[in-house]
């Protein structure tokens, strides 16, 4: 009886091992990268194990694993897909070096909050402003960024973010124009003869 239990067991053994490389392999044709691969046929078997009671005695226990490790695949590849780039300090410092730089002599020492878009009549100014109008004058006109990194940024094409930029810096101009007046901008010059 025990030689009988023992080579049900082996025949039992084989079979998983060869289920088991089967499921590898095709991680591996999926991911395409041996550390990837060994992490999706590591969370199938887990996923197969936890869902087991959908499984149906009786039919192909190898196309239905391939169907759980196919599912896994799509859901990391969807997720992954919908997770923003991870980009290193160093390749942000090449790309916005004035980002970076320490402020010089003089200079508001906070880049994120110059001072000269700090008083309350400005910000109240941007807060009345509709959304997509405040966020290309932050990224454009505080952040400084290009309208190219701006278009990037917002998800829209460049000529989308110069006409939000025109119309805003004209809602702007009409609302700040007393408070512009009273800081000596704008006013007309007189030629005194």
Same mark, same amino acid.
């Given at each position: 009886?025990? #030689? ?13 091992? +060869?289920?088991? +490389? ?25 996923? @197969? ?13 190898? @196309? ?30 090449? +790309? ?8 010089? #002599? ?11 878009? @700090? ?48 119309? @805003? ?25």
């Amino acid at each position: 009886m025990r #030689e009988w239990t023992t080579a049900a067991g082996n025949a039992s053994r084989r079979k998983r091992s +060869r289920t088991s +490389r089967l499921s590898t392999n095709h991680a591996w044709r999926l991911a395409r990268r041996e550390e990837d691969a060994r992490d999706l046929a590591q969370e199938t078997f887990l996923r @197969a194990y936890r869902a087991f009671d959908t499984y149906t005695p009786g039919t192909h226990a190898r @196309a239905w694993l391939l169907k759980v490790l196919y599912s896994v695949f799509v859901n990391r590849y969807r997720r992954d897909r919908r997770a923003p780039a991870e980009v290193s300090i160093d390749e942000m410092e090449k +790309r916005y070096p004035r980002h970076f730089a320490a402020p010089e #002599e003089g200079k508001d020492a906070d880049p994120w909050r110059p001072s000269s878009w @700090a008083a309350p009549e400005v910000e109240a100014a941007l807060a009345e402003l509709p959304e997509a109008f405040r966020q290309a004058v932050l990224l454009v006109d505080v952040e400084e960024l290009t309208y190219e990194e701006a278009s990037a940024a917002l998800d829209c094409p460049v000529g989308t973010v110069r006409s939000r930029l025109f119309r @805003a810096r004209r809602i702007l101009g009409v609302v700040l124009e007393d408070y512009a007046r009273g800081r000596g901008h704008g006013a007309r010059k007189t030629e005194t003869s």
